[in-house]
């Protein structure tokens, strides 16, 4: 697995699962968190995606 294929994991080690099962740490839902051994590299980079889009939902408004 070259370097350009290869997503490491976004757990930062702060696995803790809010109300809706989405990990106060790395902002995945507990099924992508699952799924992420076996996903492809298409799937992580869809997971990111969704990551992305829960912390910019979630971000404090200044």
């Not at 080690?13 to 839902?29: F, K, Y």
């Amino acid at each position: 697995m070259g370097e350009l294929e290869y997503i490491p994991t976004p757990c930062v080690m702060i696995c803790t699962l809010n109300e809706d099962d989405i990990c106060v740490g790395c902002l995945r839902s507990l099924d992508e968190i699952g799924r992420w051994p076996d996903a492809d590299r298409e799937e992580r980079l869809q997971i990111l995606d969704n990551t992305s889009e829960r912390a910019r939902v979630t971000a404090p408004k200044y």
